[in-house]
């Protein structure tokens, strides 16, 4: 979308994919990139509820008109991809907002029953789930720097000697856009290094307590 455009108004969606049929005479892929995170309000009591809609009408109802449109033109074309956009937040939980969580987990859904839906037209539906990213959307919520965010990721993930990028999540979108990706079908791939298939809490806890006891001469 450009700054003239909304990707939760429904006409701006319907004119953005009948200028590229115009344009190209086709529609082979629709990419539903576009969030937000929304407000930094992590309990339930504090939560706004103008901030909750805003960010389910772009996370949301953006992604299901994109999804919408892009069908209205390749079901008769009979082919075509559908990209979505999740987050890491829609797999592990307790680590971001209600809105930004709840959302995301809701353009899984969406994309599950795309696939079952689309799938009789040879129409993929897919999305992709990325972990933190230092991405100006994390460092500017977190108040950082780059580095200092990056810092943060490589310490806290399962995949060591390797930072993540914006291009793995790139590189990720272009895979399921290609005909590489011809018979993946319904799939929420998670690019996190990891980091969603296990809670490190107890083990961490441990060393921490551990720690503790040797610094009052409690163990050795």
Avoid: W
């Avoid at 909750?52 to 991809?81: E, Q, Y």
């Avoid at 919520?141 to 780059?146: P, Q, V």
């Avoid at 990721?153 to 005909?179: I, M, N, Q």
Wanted: charged share 15%; with cysteine.
């Amino acid at each position: 979308m450009n700054g003239y455009t909304s990707n939760s108004q429904d006409s701006d969606v319907k004119h953005v994919v009948d200028t590229a049929v115009s344009e190209f005479g086709k529609l082979d892929i629709m990419f539903n990139n576009a969030g937000i995170p929304g407000n930094l309000d992590f309990t339930i009591v504090d939560s706004d509820n103008k901030n909750f809609k805003h960010v389910f009408d772009v996370n949301v109802f953006g992604a299901f008109l994109g999804a919408k449109h892009a069908a209205r033109v390749m079901i008769p074309a009979r082919r075509g991809v559908i990209l979505f956009t999740s987050s890491g937040a829609s797999v592990v939980s307790g680590e971001s907002p209600h809105s930004y969580a709840v959302s995301k987990h809701a353009v899984v859904g969406l994309m599950k029953n795309l696939c079952v839906e689309l799938g009789q037209y040879g129409i993929r539906v897919n999305s992709i789930s990325p972990g933190s990213v230092s991405t100006p959307l994390l460092t500017n919520a977190m108040g950082l720097e780059k580095a200092a965010v990056d810092d943060i990721l490589c310490a806290s993930a399962v995949l060591k000697g390797v930072v993540p990028t914006a291009d793995d999540v790139a590189e990720a979108a272009l895979y399921l856009g290609s005909d590489a990706s011809k018979f993946v079908n319904g799939v929420n791939l998670v690019i996190d290094g990891g980091y969603s298939t296990t809670n490190p809490t107890y083990s961490r806890v441990i060393k921490q307590t551990f720690e503790s006891l040797a610094r009052k001469n409690i163990i050795p």
